[in-house]
Structure formats: C-alpha cells, structure tokens
C-alpha cells in the first residue's frame, strides 16, 4: 500500500509562488508515476501535472503551461510541484496521485493512489 502526504499549501496573493510536496512511502518511489490534481469548489477535479518514473517525461494542463513545473527526487521519496505566477482561478485542493502502471496519466482513474489534498488560496 502507498500513502502519500502532500505539503506546502497556503495563503498566496496574485502573482506569487507555492512549492508543493508530495511525500511517498510503502513501495519504491521508482516503479510510481507521478501526478498532481487539483480540485476548486463546485468543480470535478482535474489533471495538472505528470511526470515519468525517472522524471524524463513530464506534461502539464493547458491553463499551468509556463507556470507550474513538476519535478520529483527519488531518492527522498518526494515529487515536487512549483507553482509560479499564481492567479486566483488557481485556488483549489491539489491532490498528489501515484500510478504503478498503464498508459494513461490525465484521468484521475488512472492512478492507484492519492494523497489527502493540500489547500492552495490565491487572492486577488
């Protein structure tokens, strides 16, 4: 079983910066793809970022494009998620999420397991 801690939400104004963690344990973070969601009120959670087992190959919703960068470190268990040039439609509950296998990594049933979620607040 893999649990996942997600860390680094907070209270930010318009054009500022977050770091988001995601601790992983259970399992050796290299046989997991990784990815973030997020999750606004009123709204079905959706796909931000994905990276590859060895961080090769990493992709990225439309609306973070040039914003946010994913990242991970395998040897600290921990997969990163560095959100610059924050806007208020930003504000949402990002949910770290792990895959052992499959093609897919845009779906949110595509990945085996999620962290608890971490607040993001972007004022304007």
């Known amino acids: 079983q893999v649990q996942l801690v997600e860390s680094g939400g907070g209270l930010v104004q318009a054009g500022g910066s977050l770091r988001l963690a995601c601790a992983a ?3 050796t973070f290299s046989t997991l793809q990784m990815g973030w969601f ?3 009120p009123g709204k079905e959670r959706e796909f931000v970022a994905a990276i590859s087992r060895f961080g090769r190959f990493t992709d990225y919703a439309d609306s973070v494009k040039g914003r946010f960068t994913i990242t991970r470190d395998n040897a600290k268990n921990t997969v990163y998620l560095q959100m610059n040039g924050l ?8 949910y770290c999420a792990a ?4 093609a897919g990594f845009v779906r949110d049933y595509d990945y085996d397991y999620w962290g608890q979620g971490t607040q993001v607040t972007v004022s304007s």
């Open 87 to 94: 806007k208020p439609e930003d504000t949402a509950v990002y």
């Open 99 to 102: 895959k052992i296998g499959g």
């Open 25 to 27: 344990s259970g399992r």
């Open 38 to 40: 997020r999750q606004a």
